[in-house]
């Protein structure tokens, strides 16, 4: 058993740093359920071994940045850098919507020439400082997921006439592009990726029905998990589990999950919130047990997170005024959210535990798009 050596071999696979630690995590589970009690100082000095492992992926001088990429509606929507040291920097200067960095945060996405719902995806690089199309990419975009290891991003667009939805992958390192499904308009939406980036998770409307689906990235197996109609299908970073709105009778949506394969294919979808308001906006925290979301249940979009096993739920914010697109920083530890102040929208990070709230960046005009 070698995971220290395996973690520091695999430190530059572009891996997420919460990867690592969950990773190591899980061997030192391992290690203390096959050591016997009589090796306990041999079980001290491994865990020993590990918690450095963990420092210097943490600490070393080639750790991962964290730096927020935000776009300002006054500056035509031109994306902005806000470092780690408050200093804030123009990075893009196009039009510029729905921003999200590589999980190695080496590489920007996004999307430019926006209308009608899609445009043309581009990446900015951190090393070049330059941005340019992704290769092969239509100006149909309209939705796309990086890869957990951050050399691949999987994207949906439009077919040239518009009779169809296709969902590509490309690989950069290999330079190569995939067509991975095509169905006819509207009858595809794509979701993210696995933790060990071998599948995408999509919704298919197929034979009179739809449903949420799994489809392997480098075969052709295609796994169905639900048949109602479900959408926004979001895997844990585990892989293990997916969560999905349904729509219900009355047009609300709720927030569903799923085990992807509990011994006998996936189990059956059970409800994590019930409530007449539509949930919005959900994503998993990187320990794979809660999911932060909006909510419009008490009369404008508030902050909520709910625990999938036990079912318990915590209002995060509490205002007059509506807070949007909540994003968990890479410990779990940290939400970083927008929220409307004197008509405006500025960037606010929030402490899971606590609640306790900063207010990041104010800027003279809206801040309508941020990643992290």
Not at 112 to 121: E, F
Not at 332 to 352: A, T, W, Y
């Amino acid at each position: 058993m070698k995971p220290p050596i395996q973690i520091l071999e695999n430190r530059d696979s572009g891996y997420p740093l919460y990867q690592y630690i969950i990773q190591t995590r899980m061997s030192l589970a391992s290690l203390n359920r096959t050591l016997p009690m009589s090796k306990t100082p041999a079980k001290l000095l491994t865990i020993l071994a590990f918690a450095c492992t963990i420092t210097i992926i943490a600490c070393g001088s080639d750790a991962i940045k964290r730096d927020i990429a935000y776009v300002l509606e006054g500056e035509d929507n031109r994306m902005f850098l806000l470092d780690q040291a408050g200093e804030t920097s123009k990075i893009v200067n196009k039009t510029v919507t729905s921003p999200k960095w590589s999980p190695n945060q080496r590489r920007i996405a996004f999307l430019t020439d926006y209308s009608n719902g899609a445009g043309q995806l581009m990446a900015w690089d951190r090393e070049s400082q330059d941005d340019t199309r992704v290769p092969d990419a239509p100006a149909t975009v309209s939705r796309y997921f990086w890869s957990p290891d951050s050399r691949m991003i999987s994207y949906q667009a439009d077919s040239q006439d518009g009779s169809k939805t296709e969902i590509y992958i490309h690989n950069f390192e290999k330079e190569e592009t995939t067509l991975l499904v095509t169905e006819p308009a509207e009858n595809v939406e794509l979701g993210n990726w696995s933790g060990d980036n071998q599948w995408i998770v999509i919704r298919l409307a197929v034979d009179d029905g739809q449903g949420i689906y799994m489809r392997s990235v480098e075969g052709v197996n295609e796994v169905q998990l639900t048949d109602y109609e479900d959408h926004r299908p979001r895997f844990s970073f585990d892989g293990k589990r997916v969560a999905f709105a349904r729509t219900q009778s009355d047009g609300s949506t709720d927030i569903y999950t799923l085990i992807v394969d509990n011994g006998n294919g996936p189990s059956a979808a059970t409800a994590l919130t019930d409530d007449d308001g539509d949930e919005t906006h959900f994503e998993w925290a990187p320990n794979g047990r809660n999911i932060v979301y909006i909510s419009e249940r008490d009369g404008n979009p508030e902050i909520y997170s709910v625990d999938t096993d036990d079912k318990s739920t915590r209002r995060l914010t509490e205002n007059r005024i509506p807070d949007a697109d909540p994003q968990l920083s890479i410990d779990g530890d940290q939400i970083l959210f927008r929220s409307e102040v004197d008509g405006k929208s500025h960037l606010f990070r929030m402490d899971f535990k606590s609640g306790a709230q900063t207010r990041v960046l104010e800027e003279d005009s809206n801040i309508i798009a941020a990643d992290w």
